[in-house]
Each structure stands twice: as C-alpha cells, then as structure tokens.
C-alpha cells in the first residue's frame, strides 16, 4: 500500500487524540526507555563510531517498534497517525536509493551510501538556518559554491531585506526567500556552475516562502527544500503543506530530522531509537526523497560532541544495513570562522559521517547561529570526506582519529560563551573572495596534523 | 519518622514518582508535618537534586519532565494548608511565584520552552504554559488574568525575535511595563538583545532561567516591602 498524502492527512484527522503533553513523556519517552532496556542499547563515549553491526541491527530493530507502537503525532489536529508494521515497511522498500540534484553537466546523483564505502560522499556546501545580513549574503555563500570539490549547494537565511528584519509569518518572508533565491541563482552563474543543484528556501521559517519560491526563476524542480519533523515525531499541516507544494512541482523533499540527544529520547542510545523511528514515520508523513540527519546536543548544539557523532554514525550504519538509503548529515560545530577547533570539529564530523555511510552537508560553524562560516571549512569537509573514501578507512581507524579530534576541541563545549570566531568578513577578503592569510595558515596546520593522525590519503 | 517522611516525599520526586510523591506527601501531612516542611525538605529539595543533575547531563528530559509532573500533584496536595501556613504568618512566602511562559508568536519550537517550564515548575513557580506560536495580546492578557509576577517568552528563530520587541512596545503602551518582570530566551537571544528590547533578563541554561526568576521574585517583594 502506498501512503498518499490525503492517506497521511486522514489520519491526522481521525487518529486517537492525546494531549501534547502526555504525547511527548507516556508515548515518546516511555516507549523509549522502555526499548533502550528492553534491547540493553548502550553507548561508550570512546567509541564514537562503532564496529558492531549487531548493535546497529538491534538500534534499527529498537527504532521500528518504536514507530509501529506509537506511530506520529499531529500538532495541528493533536492526534496520532498510526502505521502498521507491514505499511512501514513497505515504505521504506520505496525508499529512492538514488536521486538527481541540479541539471545538466552540473546535475549530481545522490545515492544511498554504504558503510565503508569507497565511492565518495556528495558535498554539499553550506550552513542552512545560519542568519546573515543581506550585504553578506552573496559573497558567503560565494565563499563555497567557488570550491570546485563542492557538489551542491546550501545557503543561511536573510534577516533583513533592504534594511527590514524579516519576521517569521510576515510577507517579508516571501520577498526575502525570493531575493535569497535570485542570490543563489547568480551566484551558480558566477561560478560558472548554474546547473548545480541546491537545498534553500531557507529565509523562510513559515510555509510561505517555500510556496513562494516554487517556480523555475526561484527554485528550479531539480532542486531541494526543507520539509521538517518536529521533535519528536511530530508534524504539522504546515509542513505537510510545504510537501504537498512539490509533489507536482517536483522539487525534491529533503526531510528534516533534528532530534535531541539528551531529551525524550535520553542519553545517546534512546535518541538513536528516536532518529531511527524519525526516518521511518517521516518517510511517509513528510513524503521525503532524502533524509537529512541532524541530531542536536541538548545543551551543547552542537553536532561535533561524542554524543551526537554517536547517533549520526549508528543511524547511518543502521539504515545502510537495514533499509539503504539516502542520508545527507549536516555538520554544525561549536565554533566559527578562524579557529583551529572548527577545522578539528569539521573534520571530525566529516569522518564519522562518511565511514558510516552518509553524504556531507555544511559547515553551519558556530553553531548556525552566526554567520561566522566560510568556504575553507566546506573545503576541509568535502578533502577529509574525499580522504576517507578514497582511503577505505576502516570504521576502527574512523574512531582512532575521530576520538583524537575530540580531544583537541571538547574544550570549547565547556567555555559558557562558545567559540564563535569571527564573522565571514573578518575571515575573507571581500574583494577576492579569498580566505585571509591567517586562516588559511591554520587550514594548512590542522591538515597536515590530519595526515599525521592516520588519514594519509587527504591531499 | 517526620525525617522519614521527609526523605520519602524527596526520593519520590527524585525518581519522579508521581503517586509515591503524592502518597508520601499526604502521609505527612496526616503526621502532622507543617506543609512549609514538607515543601522546602522534601518536594524542593528532591527537585533541586534533580535540576542539578539535569544541568550536568547525568539526567534526562524525560526525568525532568517527570519529577515536574511528580512536584505539581504533590503541590495540590499541600496547597491548601500551605496557603493556610503563609496567611498565619507561620511560614514564610518563598522566592517563587507565578510566571507566564510561552513560546512567542510564529515559532512553533517548544523544547527549550518546556525545559524551563519544568525547571521552573520543579522549582515551586506556579506556571502557565501558554504554549507555543503564542501571539503578544494572549500572553499578556493571560498574565493580567492571573496577576503573574513573570513573564518569560521563547524563541528558538532569529525571525521570531522581534515578536520579543514588539511584547515590550505592548507593555509599555499598555501602562503595564512595571507591573511584570520580563524574561526571554532561546538560542538565538543574547544579554545584548534582552537589554536593547528593554527586557529584565536572559538565562543561557534552564537552571539560570529559575535563578534569574527568583531573583525578579525577590526583588519584587523587596520593593513591595520597602513600599509598605
């Protein structure tokens, strides 16, 4: 049986009622708990990326009842969607292994990465969510789509337009996804490159800027968006809507999974049974053509602790084995622009995520929250990510040199005021568009302490 | 056994036991423990250990969601003679109060919102959580309506951040700017931000959330005191 969306909408209309609330502890955390001991799921935070497949088995195994038992919930009508297992299951056969982004000699294809795999991961270049100012916009997002080991690209958003803030709902909004729009489209000009493909609409946290932008001078169909899950397991009409939009237009579902590591779902384990579940449930409530895997730490943010590096590689591994895939991880470190711990936190993230089986999305440095990225860290993810497909790096030798980054950054989750570095301006030259002497001194340095921890093959 | 006692109502707020905290809460009572006792050894405290444990990641979300639910069945049961205690001057009102929290209008993330809802619920606040995608008029007429001593607004998105500014701008227009402490946060918020809006205070975690809370509660009744 294949789940159409007036399948997904009818069961949020006439599923069992439960109050948020009682949702988020008795079904979410509960149903968790319950498995993570049921199944003994355990971590160690010295083995970030793990060669057990059983435990990768048993984490898929964990995420499926997870979602058979309590299905989604729907924020807009307050009920759950159920799915058999059967339903699920099928589901997840349909799953496109292989997905076409961009047009012509700059189309890319996705495909479904395996544990291990020497064919090298997609780099997509970028740091959604991240606020700019508008002047800043263009020559950011330059920064990266320049790097010819950049596959595809990504963008911030656009606080202002012509000097107004833009606020979430308002007809802003419209007027800043279009202007993000017409950004990127010149700038795929400029580099020489106007077929590659992209994932944006990001100036627009509402569903009307993605609807806005759904036309070929905007956001051709080749290209990608945002449909996200709400944490955890939740979803909206107004995310439903923005997937709805594209299933004539054509534009690709990227779905959105930003679990808590550390909230309903507990310590690490319980969050992975979550993420699993995630995919399961938003593969047909969110009608995606790729899941974008982006766990978050509790408190820290970041994607770069022990913890949430253990999700992304456990997720990726469970799924490779289980139900292959397409799976793009983002990568969000602590730190920004200019610091030697975003090149250490970048190239531990792109580690993790390529040996476990993913594609490489970023770099949304300090945490997405500034627009303290530039080009030189994607450049750093796609060489690392390149490195250690071309090197067939072992998940044993992964660990071996991520748990060595780790060491050189953690420090920075400690320090209450973060690491944010300096803003894209202060790290680049503006009219060459070139990184400034200092920070690309310490890109050299971090790469060559690379080469030495074991990942020889990095050029 | 009044120590006991005591200790059961903490361990079962600990473990977030919702009908243990509520059984052992009713049982010393019958004992005759004073509601303020109660209150300050067994229910706070059980929640102070567990909003420590929280902050330093030995505990979970749903470990504090739980103890939340625990602390506020347990508070219905003591409430009457509570009020009771306080009215006769037999104990003395702690640096609590109640607070109206929401997630500002057009930003539908709740999690950070429901941690220190919880926190603050865990720490004796009486809290009203108007949920999230909340617009100013509501928040504001819910905390006239129940004479909320806090506002605390969230947002997670940088673009629903003015709807902060705009909380503000009402207050003021309304006459009502000194009537209210105001809070906001989110990860996007910084002491930068609140100061420029105009607003009292920002927390970076849920424990200095309750800390920055109870010091607006403090200050509050010491200006009301030095008014009398």
């Known amino acids: ?459 | 056994m009044s120590e006991e006692l005591i200790q059961q109502t903490q361990k079962a707020i600990v473990a977030g036991d919702e009908e243990q905290a509520v059984e052992f809460t009713r049982r010393a009572l019958k004992a005759d423990l004073s509601a303020f006792s109660i209150l300050q050894g067994g229910l706070m405290k059980g929640a102070e250990i567990v909003g420590d444990k929280f902050e330093t990641g030995e505990y979970f979300l749903p470990r504090l969601m739980m103890t939340g639910r625990a602390l506020k069945a347990a508070m219905e049961v003591i409430e009457p003679q509570l009020k009771e205690e306080y009215a006769s001057g037999e104990a003395q009102q702690d640096d609590t109060g109640v607070v109206v929290l929401a997630t500002v209008k057009s930003d539908i993330h709740d999690i950070g919102k429901n941690i220190v809802s919880s926190m603050l619920s865990a720490s004796g606040f009486e809290v009203h959580d108007l949920g999230v995608d909340v617009p100013i008029k509501e928040i504001v007429k819910k905390a006239q309506e129940v004479d909320a001593e806090i506002i605390a607004c969230s947002a997670l998105l940088t673009t629903s951040m003015p709807f902060m500014r705009d909380l503000m701008n009402l207050l003021e227009v309304m006459g009502e700017r000194d009537r209210f402490r105001v809070m906001v946060g989110g990860a996007s918020v910084s002491e930068d931000f609140a100061r420029d809006i105009g607003a009292d205070g920002t927390a970076d975690h849920a424990l200095g959330a309750v800390k920055l809370a109870r010091s607006f509660i403090r200050d509050l009744r010491s200006n009301q005191g030095a008014a009398q």
């Open chain 1, 1 to 459: 049986m294949i789940i159409d969306y007036f399948d997904v909408l009818d069961r949020a209309n006439q599923g069992p009622y439960i109050a948020e609330d009682d949702w988020d502890l008795e079904k979410v955390a509960m149903t968790t708990q319950k498995l993570v001991e049921k199944y003994k799921l355990e971590w160690d935070p010295d083995q970030i990326v793990t060669a057990d497949p059983g435990l990768a088995d048993v984490i898929f195994e964990a995420g499926l009842e997870l979602a058979v038992e309590i299905g989604g919930y729907s924020r807009s009508t307050e009920r759950i969607l159920e799915f058999d297992r059967q339903e699920l299951e099928a589901g997840m056969e349909l799953m496109p292994r292989e997905l076409v982004l961009g047009t012509g000699k700059d189309a890319r294809t996705l495909f479904a990465r395996e544990i291990g795999d020497e064919r090298p991961p997609l780099i997509w270049a970028g740091n959604p969510g991240a606020p700019h100012p508008e002047h800043l916009f263009l020559p950011s997002v330059m920064s990266w789509a320049q790097e010819p080991i950049v596959d595809l690209i990504t963008c911030g958003s656009l606080a202002e337009v012509d000097g107004r803030e833009v606020r979430t709902g308002s007809p802003i909004e419209i007027v800043a996804t279009r202007r993000e729009l017409l950004y990127l489209r010149q700038i795929l000009k400029r580099v020489g490159r106007p077929g590659m493909g992209m994932l944006a609409a990001q100036s627009s946290v509402s569903e009307l800027g993605d609807l806005a932008v759904a036309h070929p001078d905007y956001l051709r169909p080749s290209d990608a968006h945002l449909v996200p899950m709400l944490n955890e397991l939740k979803i909206d009409n107004r995310n439903i809507a923005r997937a709805v939009n594209s299933l004539e237009y054509g534009m690709h579902n990227a779905a959105l999974y930003c679990v808590l590591v550390g909230g309903l779902g507990g310590d690490a384990p319980g969050s992975a049974v979550v993420n699993v579940a995630s995919f399961i449930i938003g593969n047909l409530t969110n009608h995606s053509d790729y899941q974008l895997l982006h766990p978050i730490h509790m408190r820290h943010v970041a994607t770069s602790t022990r913890s949430v590096m253990w999700v992304e590689s456990i997720v990726q591994q469970a799924f490779a084995r289980n139900a292959p895939c397409i799976i793009v991880s983002d990568i969000y470190p602590k730190s920004g622009a200019m610091t030697r711990e975003l090149l250490y936190e970048t190239a531990a993230n792109a580690i993790v995520i390529t040996a476990s089986g993913g594609h490489l999305e970023g770099v949304g440095s300090a945490d997405g929250l500034k627009p303290n990225a530039t080009g030189l860290e994607c450049r750093l993810m796609g060489e690392v990510g390149r490195a250690v497909a071309r090197q067939g790096l072992s998940l044993e030798e992964a660990n071996e040199i991520t748990v060595k980054l780790v060491e050189r950054y953690e420090h920075v989750f400690e320090d209450p005021a973060g690491n944010p570095g300096v803003r894209f301006d202060q790290a680049y030259d503006l009219e060459t568009l070139k990184p400034r002497k200092e920070w690309f001194r310490l890109y050299k340095e971090v790469k060559k302490e690379l080469i030495e921890m074991g990942l020889t093959r990095l050029k």
